[in-house]
Structures are given as C-alpha cells and as structure tokens.
C-alpha cells in the first residue's frame, strides 16, 4: 500500500476502507458511549482522508495514519462534549465595586507618596522593579549594609501607612491577611 502509482485518491481511500474501516469503527465503538457518535466520528475520519486527496495515497502507513486522526478526533469531541454543571438559577448578582485586591491597588500609590523621596525609591527599586539590593547600594553609592537599612526602614514605614490609611492588617508571618477597600479620596 506504499507507492501511489496508478491508483488514484479514491481508490487508495477505498482501499483504506476496506483494509481498516471496520477495525477503526470497532475501536471507536468501544471508546464512546453513543455507537451513532463513533459512526458519526468514523466517517468523519475517512472524509478527513478523501479531504487529503493525493497525499493521502502517498502516506507510508494509512492505518496508522488513520488511527491517530481518529484518536485527535476522539479527544477534540470528548473535549467538547464533557460533563457540564448546571449553575443553580439563585446566583448572586456579581459585583459592580472592584474587589479588594484593585482597591489596594489603588491605595499603593497614596501610601508610596506618603514616603520620603529616599524610601519610596528603595521600595520603587527593589521591591516593585525587582533590584537587588547590591545593585541599589552600587547605584545611590551605599555600603550594602546602608542599602538593607534603608530598605528596611522603607518597608516599615510603608506598612505602617498601608496600616493606618488603607486599612490593611497583616498575619504573623506580615502577608497581608485581611483589607477594607476605601474610596480614593479616603
């Protein structure tokens, strides 16, 4: 079933019909629930097939070829055709405020502003651009131990504000754990 020679796309997908087309339907069968679907999905292969035209006759292993079409074909309509869950009809109307997260995302910059010029660099550059803070102690002329300090003391002093302004509260470990969103003019 190599070579094309005188046979032509038809007649070498009849051939491939022929050989493979009960084993494929048979194997389709035992994979899918529905015997009209695996009927439905086999002649969607072989029309995959004739859709080649003469490439196909060219393809070295037809069967194998054809097999893994109909695996390809198997996984994209069980895909589509998975177990869907039923929403109840008394779901909650979804929100119009933005969620917490975006709030406190608007409050970082009000907090940012309440720092010195010097820490709110040392956040800006290490904590939200992600230096090191080698690199920051090389780039405003500092001894690392300078630079950790002045982080440090940045980091405190931006917790406090987003402690007291922004209404943020902290776990143990200093994740933030729980926020009230306030307006922007709060």
């Known amino acids: 079933m190599g070579a094309v020679g005188a046979e032509g796309p038809v007649s070498c997908l009849l051939a491939a019909w022929q050989d493979h087309g009960t084993e494929l339907r048979a194997w389709l069968r035992r994979r899918m629930a529905d015997r009209e679907e695996a009927e439905d999905l086999t002649q969607d292969v072989f029309l995959r097939a004739l ?18 079409v109909a695996r390809n074909a198997l996984a994209d309509r069980l895909r589509l055709t998975r177990n869907l869950v039923e929403l109840p009809e008394d779901l909650p109307e979804l929100r119009e405020e933005p ?70 509260r902290f776990d143990e470990s200093g994740r933030v754990c729980c926020f009230v969103p306030r307006g922007p003019q709060d």
């Open 99 to 168: 969620p917490p997260v975006d709030a406190l995302a608007e409050c970082l910059p009000r907090a940012l502003a309440a720092l010195s010029p010097a820490e709110r660099e040392a956040i800006t550059h290490c904590d939200l651009e992600g230096m090191n803070q080698a690199d920051f102690a090389r780039l405003k002329g500092l001894s690392l131990p300078g630079a950790k300090s002045r982080v440090q003391r940045a980091r405190r002093r931006l917790r406090e504000h987003l402690a007291t302004a922004c209404q943020v």
């Open 51 to 68: 859709r080649q035209g003469a490439r196909f006759c060219e393809v070295r292993n037809r069967r194998a070829w054809l097999f893994e």
